[in-house]
């Protein structure tokens, strides 16, 4: 079976391991242990022991209006969580998909009026 991606299905499937692999990331701090949760008003009153804290017991959430807003990490942390390990042409060709005789191919005609 062969299946045909326009180039909006490429960026939507993109879209979709961004943000697999930032799920991924929050479960794994939510597992390493429990995080923190501030108040902006205490966080700011307090923004020495938050950094500590980032740096020692791991993540820590600032909420706003009781939802969450931010998670300040040490930058050890976010180098590690971000780093890369491959580039696109290497995600692909590690796919389970490859072999699949998926094709992509650009649409032929020119690009698609907008009204702005």
Not at 52 to 65: E, H, N
Not at 72 to 88: C, I, Q
């Amino acid at each position: 079976m062969e299946v045909r991606l326009r180039i909006r299905d490429r960026r939507f499937l993109w879209e979709i391991c961004a943000t697999s692999m930032t799920s991924m990331v929050s479960k794994a701090w939510k597992e390493a242990g429990s995080i923190e949760a501030w108040s902006v008003a205490k966080a700011k009153a307090k923004l020495s022991e938050v950094i500590q804290r980032a740096l020692s017991d791991g993540p820590q959430t600032i909420t706003r209006k009781g939802h969450k807003a931010v998670v300040v990490v040490s930058a050890d942390e976010w180098e590690r969580k971000t780093r890369r390990t491959g580039n696109l042409a290497e995600f692909f060709a590690e796919s389970p998909l490859r072999g699949s005789k998926v094709r992509i191919e650009r649409l032929k005609h020119g690009p698609r009026k907008v009204d702005l």
